[in-house]
């Protein structure tokens, strides 16, 4: 079935630095694909998505390309501030056969720390 | 006030006890979900509903039951709560839009913990 993959956490930043939160996945269909963000005590809040390939997701600094022919969604920020500790998650849209919609296939999240 | 909401946010209950986890929403979408969290697991979808008459087993249904008694109303229950049942359980929801690409929208958790 679909899955997805992504880095092991925990990655620990200085503020500033360039951040890149690699995920792969594996679909049969075309899946739209999403990085859910999760603060400290918080559900999750979507981040960015692409419904297709070669669309870039972006949204507070954050961009992902889709790529298809990697299978990858990779997330990245040019330079994180403290605020952006946070569990990330990345998902995919699974069609569920004989139903009428999809629900998400999350990866295992990957927890971001950044220090001033 | 939030749009996705979830009662009781933290719950401590001894193995054996029946728990319900209520989620209601003011979003007017027709689609919820039940998820549970674990660390280093990510999130697993228990349960789905995409309309008031509509309810689905999803990838780890075993020992948990809903309701859908509205469409701004989705319950999980747990007939006799285990231990390996204590996790961060979310409600979310989503409005269909363009297949495939709808976002959903998720509550704030509820913490149980099965003694």
């Known amino acids: 079935g679909d899955s997805v993959t992504q880095m092991e956490g925990p990655v620990t930043l200085s503020e500033e630095a360039f951040l890149t939160i690699n995920c792969t996945y594996t679909a049969t269909g075309y899946p739209s694909l999403f990085w859910y963000v999760q603060y400290p005590g918080e559900g999750l809040q979507l981040l960015l998505k692409?419904?297709?390939?070669?669309d870039k997701g972006s949204n507070k600094g954050f961009e992902a390309t889709y790529r298809k022919e990697t299978t990858s969604f990779h997330l990245e920020k040019g330079s994180v501030q403290v605020s952006d500790s946070a569990v990330y998650f990345c998902a995919l849209s699974d069609l569920i056969l004989n139903q009428a919609g999809t629900a998400l296939i999350f990866g295992k999240g990957t927890t971001l720390s950044v220090s001033s | 006030d939030a749009d996705v909401t979830q009662t009781p946010r933290n719950r401590i209950t001894k193995t054996g006890k029946r728990i319900m986890l209520e989620c209601s929403q003011t979003k007017g979408h027709d689609r919820m979900y039940w998820y549970r969290q674990d660390p280093g697991l990510g999130l697993r979808l228990i349960y789905y509903?995409?309309?008031?008459?509509?309810?689905n087993k999803g990838e780890i249904s075993d020992g948990y039951s809903v309701s859908r008694q509205a469409q701004a109303k989705f319950s999980l229950s747990l007939e006799s709560a285990i231990p390996n049942q204590t996790a961060l359980y979310f409600c979310?929801?989503?409005?269909?839009?363009?297949?495939?690409?709808?976002?959903?929208?998720f509550g704030p958790g509820t913490r149980l913990l099965v003694l």
């Open positions: 979310a929801t989503s409005d269909p839009g363009t297949e495939g690409q709808e976002t959903q929208y």
């Open positions: 509903s995409f309309d008031v008459k509509d309810i």
């Open positions: 692409a419904t297709k390939a070669d």
